[in-house]
């Protein structure tokens, strides 16, 4: 059996003026089968891996038509998502749409490992978040006691 590398870490990266962005050097071989970019929850992109977006559309697909939140949520996922592909320097482009997005104005964003993603942030939006849960551990504890962990 093939063992499944995570995708764990912070780094910070440039944005260039074109709107690329490097993926850090320890990622691109789980990225080297290709990609997909997209709108995230939390105001931020995810960078999925062809095989772990091949998994998520195939739930969102099977998620019932009839239900209005399953549907909005299809559509924000499949209309905030293009392929992409590593250059030779291992940049992804982030079209204009998907910066604007996500609040990438600044030359910097930070690139979060999050298991089977990647999140790219700005980091306007990600220091305050990762406040909150380093300051706040025992909440976020009981959240995930609800989800058995």
Known sequence: MERVSFLTGEFRHALDDRGRVAVPV???SRLAQGATLARWLDGCLAIFPSDTWEELAAKIQSLPT??????????????GAVEVE????????????????????QSEVVVVGALNRLEVW????????????????????EHLADLGI
């Open 66 to 79: 009839t239900n209005a939140a399953a549907r909005q949520f299809g559509r924000f996922m499949s209309s």
């Open 86 to 105: 590593l250059d030779r320097q291992g940049r992804v482009l982030v079209p204009s749409y998907l910066r604007e997005y996500a609040g990438l104005t």
């Open 26 to 28: 320890r990622f691109r």
């Open 122 to 141: 700005a980091p306007s939006r990600w220091q305050p978040y990762r406040s909150q849960i380093e300051d706040e551990p025992e909440a976020l504890a």
